[in-house]
């Protein structure tokens, strides 16, 4: 068991908006007190584009590729998007109020 701490590299203004703003990990475990970055190694990026809005939709799009010759369902669904951001949602509320729902 470890800490994570999920947060846009450059925050702005408002929330949300996750998949298309490059996010910073950090975590800790075992004896560590402070979070540290949790980055992937570079080659997990080696093919896709630098920027992360058009690597994001580019392995979405991957995935459709995939999926529609053989009959999987890799790629996420609109189910999957509302079961994420009614998490997102509890999180925020939760955050709001400073106590875990």
């Known amino acids: 068991m470890g800490d994570q701490r999920h947060?846009?590299?450059n925050p702005g203004d408002g929330r949300g908006r996750a998949q298309i703003v490059q996010l910073a990990i950090r975590g800790a475990n075992g004896n560590a007190c402070e979070l540290a970055s949790l980055a992937p190694p570079a080659s997990?990026?080696?093919g896709?584009?630098?920027n992360s809005v058009a690597r994001n939709i580019a392995r979405l799009y991957a995935l459709v590729a995939r999926?529609?010759?053989s009959g999987t369902r890799s790629a996420?669904?609109?189910r999957d998007a509302v079961?994420?951001?009614e998490t997102i949602d509890a999180?925020?509320?939760s955050?709001?109020?400073?106590e875990p729902q």
Do not use: G, K, T
């Open 91 to 93: 999180i925020e509320r």
């Open 67 to 69: 999926d529609n010759p």
């Open 76 to 78: 996420p669904s609109f």
């Open 48 to 50: 896709w584009p630098d």
């Open 7 to 9: 947060a846009r590299r």
């Open 83 to 85: 079961a994420l951001h």
């Open 95 to 98: 955050a709001d109020r400073s």
């Open 44 to 46: 997990a990026y080696d």
